[in-house]
């Protein structure tokens, strides 16, 4: 049978207006996401911070809006004191997260200077591991209390006068994961949730945050901890989170392509369990979703376990993505954004050199994993309103899945600009998907550009000695009888672009 399918647009088939948190990203102290990532004092293209340029200049590319900090299990341990005032006085900490040291060169002022350099927000994680209530609450003083108070004061004396308002927070991070220093039941963690979250509010009323969801789906308490959490919670947070890696670990493409399915039942099941616990408390408000860390991670995970305990920044989870991680990390995307409606966080998890779409060389150059391109383009292009694609596609069994569609698809229409752009994934191995779009009352709507990442082997990666992945824009996409006909090739990301013309 032809690899075929068909799609119908229609401007008011609206899932949401996206918030633009969903293309946030996420920066630990962890391995050289900090040192020798974003700061890196002495490179030729660092400024007088220490920050390098040439990364910030791909991170504008990527037109992050909001970047996770400081982790992570990095924050369960986490002093955020040791990070602030006189570098020179800072302290040097055994970081039992990663079994690294930390030296604090950075920490939350230099952080939020970084920030405002590449224009995103920042999501602050606060220590529920170690910690507790009192160090949450004097961070948020210390942030975004104007003055006139010890904590507010404190960061005006280390030379930053304005308040850092930062908006979004998290409670913690992976409460439920036996790893995590400080790990907690979930009603252990449900209630320090909650009684930190007043605190912090107390300080900030304008603040929104996210309380710890599971590790990932196939945590023996997902469901009941998500329950559990949110039974304490519910009144006082606005959010709650999702953390999942993916990994072709058996070589098996068809089925690994296929994860993002799973994907959208975890997406699914968190939805139905807050909306259990609404219906439990006859509440009227809704809690969105923050899916806070999300990314493929196991190419890294033999090499990390060489490395030398307590050393400063070593290379710990560098994964370096290939072809089809590219196909699997745009399928995601599609994915999130077809729950727009719900999930208005997401963080791709992270984003320099710890599994990450950027990598560096230590006094060398930067360089762009191949998943880079789909973060970029959904980031950049897909800013409006998600709609509601109705689909048809020929399908296939995989190992763990059963009629996986070949076409991944969605549309996010943007009405100020008068754009609607298509994102596609054809993931048929061998052939190439014969594409229909009923673009409907899209009147005046014309292909602008068809942008592909494609490659002959899918096994094949970028380097700091060149990007052989790399998207062109020859795809095939055109207007025929007023709507939009394609051939997406084999094993393809697409972003078919169309603009109303005047
Ligand atoms: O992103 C790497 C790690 O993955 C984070 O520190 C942790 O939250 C998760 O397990």
């Not at 897909?382 to 763990?400: A, E, T």
Request: glycine share 6%.
């Amino acid at each position: 049978m032809k690899n075929q399918a068909k799609m119908i647009l229609e401007k008011d088939f609206k899932i949401s207006e996206i918030d633009n948190r969903i293309y946030g990203s996420f920066i630990e102290h962890l391995g050289r996401a900090v040192y020798g990532g974003i700061y890196e004092p002495g490179h030729p293209t660092a400024d007088e911070h220490g920050f390098r340029h040439d990364v910030i200049e791909m991170v504008k590319e990527l037109q992050v809006p909001l970047v996770r900090y400081p982790g992570g299990n990095f924050v369960s341990g986490y002093n955020w004191e040791d990070g602030v005032g006189p570098v020179e006085q800072r302290p040097r900490r055994l970081d039992l997260a990663w079994r690294t040291t930390e030296t604090n060169e950075m920490g939350t002022n230099e952080f939020m200077q970084w920030a405002k350099l590449v224009s995103a927000e920042v999501n602050m994680a606060v220590n529920l591991g170690t910690r507790g209530i009192d160090a949450a609450r004097n961070l948020v003083e210390y942030c975004n209390h104007p003055g006139g108070s010890y904590y507010s004061d404190l960061r005006i004396s280390h030379g930053f006068k304005e308040a850092h308002k930062i908006k979004t927070w998290c409670l913690g991070n992976e409460m439920d994961g036996p790893w995590q220093i400080g790990h907690k039941t979930a009603a252990e963690y449900g209630r320090l949730a909650q009684e930190t979250a007043k605190a912090m509010k107390w300080v900030d009323p304008t603040i929104e945050l996210v309380a710890c969801g599971s590790s990932h789906r196939k945590m023996p308490t997902f469901a009941d901890w998500e329950a559990t959490v949110l039974d304490f919670t519910y009144d006082h947070v606005e959010f709650i989170s999702l953390h999942q890696y993916y990994g072709n670990r058996d070589n098996d493409i068809s089925n690994y392509l296929a994860l993002s399915l799973e994907m959208d039942d975890f997406i699914r099941s968190v939805i139905s369990i807050a909306d259990y616990i609404k219906a439990k408390k006859h509440s009227k408000k809704k809690i969105h979703l923050a899916f806070d860390e999300w990314n493929i991670w196991y190419h890294s995970n033999e090499a990390d376990k060489q490395i030398e305990p307590w050393s400063i920044a070593p290379p710990q989870l560098e994964d370096i993505y290939n072809f089809e991680d590219a196909l699997l990390v745009g399928c995601m995307l599609i994915t999130m954004l077809k729950h727009a409606d719900r999930l208005k966080i997401a963080c791709l998890a992270q984003l320099v050199n710890v599994i990450a779409p950027i990598m560096t060389e230590s006094n060398g150059v930067a360089w762009k994993q191949t998943i880079f391109y789909p973060y970029m383009h959904t980031s950049v292009y897909g800013r409006g309103v998600g709609l509601n694609p109705i689909i048809s596609s020929s399908k296939y069994d995989s190992k763990d899945f059963t009629d996986v569609p070949f076409l991944e698809s969605t549309a996010v229409y943007n009405e100020e600009n008068e754009t609607l752009t298509i994102f596609a994934v054809n993931r048929h191995l061998e052939e190439g998907l014969h594409l229909e779009v009923d673009i409907r009352n899209f009147e005046g709507y014309e292909v602008i550009e068809h942008i592909v990442l494609e490659n002959d082997d899918i096994k094949q990666t970028n380097s700091a000695q060149g990007t052989p992945v790399a998207p062109h824009s020859n795809g095939n996409a055109k207007k025929e009888n007023g709507g939009v006909k394609a051939l997406l090739p084999k094993l393809s990301w697409n972003v078919i672009r169309l603009a109303k013309q005047k």
